[in-house]
């Protein structure tokens, strides 16, 4: 059994001021403004269109991330509808093959601390879910039948792409004081890095982190 944290992977190469010049280009079609668009325009259109909640054209822009988490937080991310996921499948991979290194591993979660007696026991816990995920396999259970044993806690990953208005809901839902702190543990990082590569577009959620 292994234990590791949550993280993620940008899977774009993502150009913050192309972005912006293409959701200008878009946005001033709306206005047929497109003679104002200059070197240095972008920014404050795009800044416009967010203070005046006219969003739509931050869609015609998408980033792509992998995300390695828990089973329980992917359940939460596949509930946004506007996106495409690809997710690591519990009834496909065969976690008893050497590929796996003969073990499973679990996200350790962030409201224990290491060696705390509710950290022993959820500890504990992932051991037997361990134990009985490989028993079944040893007595003929498909990885589709022994998943049954598995608990949220199982660390699985999926490539979650959504467009630059739909990542600005998930940042608003699940960075937010009130998410599921290990939802919001992934979702706050992932935020402060898309601050760092989009201009303008996340600003306005730093308050978040």
Not at 60 to 74: L, N, P, Q, T, Y
């Amino acid at each position: 059994m292994k234990i590791v944290n949550p993280s993620f992977e940008i899977l774009d190469a993502v150009d913050g001021a192309a972005m912006l010049r293409k959701i200008e280009a878009a946005a001033r079609t709306c206005y047929k403004s497109e003679d104002k668009i200059t070197a240095d325009s972008a920014e404050a259109m795009v800044r416009n269109l967010i203070k005046r909640g006219h969003e739509t054209p931050l869609e015609h822009e998408k980033i792509s991330v992998r995300i390695i988490c828990d089973r329980g937080v992917s359940h939460e991310l596949v509930r946004h509808r506007i996106a495409s996921y690809s997710q690591e499948s519990t009834r496909y991979c065969n976690y008893s093959q050497g590929r796996f290194g003969g073990e499973l591993a679990f996200i350790r979660p962030c409201f224990w601390e290491p060696g705390s007696d509710a950290y022993q026991v959820w500890e504990n816990a992932m051991h037997k879910a361990e134990n009985y995920y490989f028993a079944l396999r040893c007595r003929g259970a498909t990885p589709q039948e022994a998943r049954a044993v598995l608990p949220n806690s199982l660390k699985t990953e999926i490539v979650v792409t959504m467009n630059l208005r739909e990542w600005r809901h998930f940042f608003r839902l699940r960075a937010a004081p009130d998410a599921h702190p290990q939802m919001r543990e992934i979702a706050s990082a992932m935020l402060a890095n898309f601050k760092e590569r989009v201009p303008v577009v996340f600003d306005d959620l730093g308050e978040l982190l």
